[in-house]
């Protein structure tokens, strides 16, 4: 029987009701199989759900030079079909079971999902078992994603408005490092590769040693591991993948860049730094510094530029977290006639009153509201458990827990540290300054 969509977030909805009260606390069970892959349950039987997700520990940062875009490639390509699904066959197979699936990469991993009823829960793990074990990687396939993957980057980045900004941040921020390339990375290194390259690109990467699955809903844990070691015990454990993060030497003066995109009619400045990577405590306090710089109509830059001055249209500051680095990004649209350097100045000037003064005792019991409110809304459903417990055990040593210990952390920052953060990162002489201008751009 088809459950349609809206049924779906019905009962989604009610699972949201019910995991509130208990939001302090994600419950969770752990352990690996013998072929390396580590397996995470979260039951929950507030609602007939369940999300049953892979991540795999692979992303753009791995990709070998004049080889970039593979891993987002294999976001598409592993969609094809396998031994035993047919071609095309798989997002059917899910839309007939009530589902729904999809999948995304970063530059540090690749997560692949679905969400069914949980009386599905067996077509979820056969199809994930069938995209590890028995992907079909042919021409044909490599063929059809690549233009899939061509228009995808018309669509989000080379046709959107801003759509590359955070393109050319990447560039200007790693000149050494593999963030460098972007996530979706070159079309002329994609139509240059050979069909064994893609071959053992997946053979390295996509191995149960190198993954996490991760379910969570409503289940009956002896059952579900009794089905996971049907469908994932025979997979052939990989080789071991050794990585080694490429350092950046430290910017020591002011990088000025300008961009050109025919998309937009309103200029954007930009100021990016680079930051500690995602499983550091200064990266917590670079997020809390984001709300505190744009996170609503009461944040600092919005108040003074939105709202009083009204030279800008929009600001923001965002800490883009990731493994081995961060990208601090603050920036705004002119209003009028406002000058790009004029709102350089405000936006600046706010970052000194960060570095020189503590906030207030009532700004930061405002601020530990809010991550505590972000805190349960990203743990209200199971798919955003799901990713959350995934993310513990890849990104921060293994500590599947960091689920649980991320609220307390947070809550432990001191305004102290948020000044010294402050001071210590978001320095003139330690950014990339980047003035994206309408006009026609240079291909990417």
Sequence with gaps: MQIKKHVLGAIAAIALMGFQANAQKIEFTEYNLPNGLHVI??????????????????????????????????????FEGSENIKRGEFMKIVSANGGQ?????????????????????????WMESERMMHPV?????????????????????????????????S???????PYHNG??????????????????????????????????????????K??????FGQVPQGENIVYKKTDEAPITKQIIDTAYDANIQIPLIASAYRVPGRDTRDSRVMEMISSILSGGASSKLYKKMVDDKKDALQVLALNYALEDYGMYIVGALPNGGASPANLLTDMDEEIVKLQTNLISQEDYEKLQNQFENNFVSANTR????????????TFYHKDTNEINNELKEIKSITREEIRDAAKKYLNSNQRLLLYY????????
Excluded: C, W
């Design 101 to 125: 699936n999809n999948a995304n990469t970063t530059q540090d991993r690749t997560f692949y999902y679905e969400v069914f009823p949980s009386n599905q829960l067996e077509t979820g793990l």
């Design 382 to 393: 199971m798919l955003g458990i799901a990713e959350n417990l995934s993310n513990g055990y």
């Design 41 to 78: 349950l979260h039951d929950d039987h507030h609602a007939p759900v369940v999300a049953v997700s892979v991540m795999y520990h692979v992303g753009s940062k791995n990709e070998a030079a004049g080889r970039t875009g593979f891993a987002h490639f294999f976001e598409h390509l592993l």
């Design 226 to 231: 009794q089905l996971i070691n049907a469908y």
């Design 437 to 444: 201008l309408p006009g026609k751009g240079k291909a990417l």
């Design 137 to 169: 990687i042919n021409e044909i396939g490599v063929k059809t994603q690549n233009e899939v993957v061509k228009e995808e980057k018309r669509q989000s980045l080379d046709n959107r408005p801003y759509g590359n900004v955070i393109t050319y941040i």
């Design 171 to 177: 560039e200007g921020l790693f000149p050494t490092h």
């Design 183 to 224: 996530v979706i990375g070159s079309m002329k290194d994609l139509d240059a590769a050979k069909l064994d390259e893609f071959k053992a690109f997946f053979k390295k990467y996509y191995v149960p040693n190198n993954a996490v699955l991760t379910i969570a809903g409503d289940i009956d844990v002896a059952k579900t």
